[in-house]
Antibody, heavy 119, light 106 residues
Framework: QVTLKESGPALVKPTQTLTLTCTFSGFSLSTSGMRVTWIRQPPGKALEWLARIDWDDDKFYSTSLKTRLTISKDTSKNQVVLTMTNMDPVDTATYYC???????????WGQGTLVTVSS | SYVLTQPPSVSVAPGQTARITCGGNNIGTKSVHWYQQKPGQAPVLVVYDDSDRPSGIPERFSGSNSGNTATLTISWVEAGDEADYYCQVWDSSRYLFGGGTKLTVL
């Protein structure tokens, strides 16, 4: 059974760095073809892809946010960490992590975690 | 940059067929995936690779993709199908989502 769960602060101040952790089970990120992706969704708005990390440590970032994002994995802990620097109120959103495999789609999603950026 | 265009809303009566489109330049050359998102819940994959269904997704959900338009078709629409639907592709080493379509069941 594949599960993913996001964790991190619910509230961050403007200019701070956000660190989110995705803890998963039911698969290994050392298995060929496995990927973990971060997506966010501002309240009432559409999904926005942020970053992806693959089993072979390939990393991909949103063009518009890549200067602020870093994605990494700890295979032994079954965790993927996303950091986003210089947070702004417009970054207020629900942040999801999701699993992908060989296909370019996300087949399992976490429940999401709401992050509010406010002073 | 590549853009996916969805209608903001689609309305359909129960038992009828809903068609939700996703437009993009030569989208027929890409693999299109569809997600259903109900209020307060995470998205759920309902169609992948244009027309395949994950296990557990009813046969009422189907997809097609040709030319400049991909389509998610929901047959025999039920009240429980009311949700936001998003199309998604992988293009130039990035994921792209459409703006989403709110399906209202009348």
């Amino acid at each position: 059974q594949v599960t993913l769960k996001e964790s991190g602060p619910a509230l961050v101040k403007p200019t701070q760095t956000l660190t989110l952790t995705c803890t998963f089970s039911g698969f290994s990120l050392s298995t060929s073809g496995m990927r973990v992706t971060w997506i966010r969704q501002p309240p009432g708005k559409a999904l926005e892809w942020l970053a992806r990390i693959d089993w072979d440590d390939d990393k991909f970032y949103s063009t518009s946010l890549k200067t602020r994002l870093t994605i990494s994995k700890d295979t032994s802990k079954n965790q993927v960490v996303l950091t986003m620097t210089n947070m702004d109120p417009v970054d207020t959103a629900t942040y999801y992590c999701a699993r992908g495999s060989y296909g370019d789609y996300m087949d399992y999603w976490g429940q999401g975690t709401l992050v509010t950026v406010s002073s | 940059s590549y853009v996916l265009t969805q209608p903001p809303s689609v309305s359909v009566a129960p038992g009828q067929t809903a068609r939700i489109t996703c437009g993009g330049n030569n989208i027929g050359t890409k693999s299109v995936h569809w997600y259903q998102q109900k209020p307060g819940q995470a998205p759920v994959l309902v169609v992948y690779d244009d027309s395949d269904r994950p296990s557990g997704i009813p046969e009422r959900f189907s997809g097609s993709n040709s030319g400049n338009t991909a389509t998610l078709t929901i047959s025999w629409v039920e009240a429980g199908d009311e949700a936001d639907y998003y199309c998604q592709v992988w293009d130039s080493s990035r994921y792209l989502f459409g703006g989403g379509t709110k399906l209202t069941v009348l």
